[in-house]
């Protein structure tokens, strides 16, 4: 009989797309997919007919959107709020396998955000399984935290944020996550939970591959060694492509894209939550235009703080740039890095965004905002070194500097070539003999061992 598992993403674009690649890979390895959401940022069921959607009732409804500011707070209060309808959803869904026919679930998977749930899934006996969006080297350095904070690094000011942190080459204090968020207490306190829940978890999921990040990942298992860690990443190379998107992508910029030279044009997008001051903002735009190369810019509304709903846009600025420049609210981003034209990527260094750009051989020009993408940032320039990074203020000069030394220089040259052999080890980690796919086949049988072991115990007790 099959065997069924419940997803639980959290509702955020950046962490609900892998999770619905993930629920695809598993789908097709056999396993039927329950999928519990919350109302917020619902998943659309129609792109996954074969999963079955089971929404929280009376979870936050789509009445606000979060951005770096609110972002924290978010999940902190979604983390309170949802437990006793959570619970009440799950064990429905685990008490509906008994009845007749009914597939038996083998076990829970949610986002590493989700800490409350670990508690929920013990109840139920109920194994967890935590799937972390992030990459490895950045859940290490979360783990890292509270050593972090005994040696007083979190709360390095002015130059000291310049400082290597010696325990974590080439980390600088400025890239430890916790900085550069609204509220450090409250971050450090979610990061801490996290960790300890995915600690009691029966196993840790990671959107990575082994030759990109061998030395993060064997330093999480030397760290956490009871739990089993799944390095079977890139997903969105293992899935059909389908949309997860939670706005629409303006297709049109595809047909611009086509009648641009190889390697050409300069991709920007910044994700879907990181928010800049209008003062950057012109400043980037101002970069773009004197660059004099080809750009195709999301500009997503929310992106620029306190702009109302304007188009944030200098005035004059798309006739000054004419044909060289595109302007969408939301592009079909994997298809964009995929093109032939595109030479390079402007990016917050989001994961999914990161790794995207490493699955199509794209140099990046690196402009992390919060969190994660301060380390994703710094392994992109320090450690794969294939991208710049914006390390100080944003002036439009340094910015057509930089553009230039991507788009044209031999530097950027170099670095397209170091990302084309990325690219291949991408693309053969998850073939047959590949890390990812032999993590991936182990990931199956460690799901398939919660079933035996269940049927074990209920052979016992009766
Ligand atoms: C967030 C965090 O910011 C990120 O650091 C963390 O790793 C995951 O959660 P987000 O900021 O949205 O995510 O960035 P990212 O991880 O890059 O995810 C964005 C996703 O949206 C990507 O899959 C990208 O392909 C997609 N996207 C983005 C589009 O499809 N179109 C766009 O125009 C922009």
Known sequence: MRKRLVLFPLPLQGHQTPMLQLANILYSKGFSISIIHTQYNAPNSE????????????SLSQCETYS????IRLIIKL?????????????????????ANKEPVACLITDAMWYFTQDVADNLNLPRIVLRTSNAACFYAFFYCPVFKYKGYLSA????LEAEVPEFPPLKMKDIPIHGTPDPEQTYELVCAMIEKTKASSGLILNTFQQLELTSLSAIRKAIPPIPIFAIGPFHKQVPASSSSLFAPDQSCISWLNVQ?????LYVSFGSIAAIEMKEFTEIALGLANSK??????VRPGLVRCSDGNDPLPSGFMEMVAERGRVVKWAPQQEVLAHPAVGGFWTHTGWNSTLESICEGVPMLCLPCFGDQMINARYVTDVWKVGFRFEDQLRRDDV????????????GQEMRQKMTSLKEKACLSKEPGGPSYSSLESLVAHISSFSMKGQLLLFLTH
């Open 68 to 71: 770096k500011e609110d972002v």
């Open 400 to 411: 057509e500097k930089v553009i230039r030394r991507l788009m044209v220089d031999k530097e």
């Open 47 to 58: 792109i996954n007919p074969h999963f079955t959607f089971h929404p929280i009732p009376n």
């Open 157 to 160: 000011k002015g130059s000291e």
């Open 79 to 99: 983390n309170a709020l949802l437990v006793a309808p959570f619970r009440d959803l799950l064990a429905g869904i685990v008490s509906d396998e008994n009845a």
């Open 293 to 298: 190369q080809p750009f195709l810019w999301v």
């Open 261 to 265: 030279a190889p390697n050409s044009v």
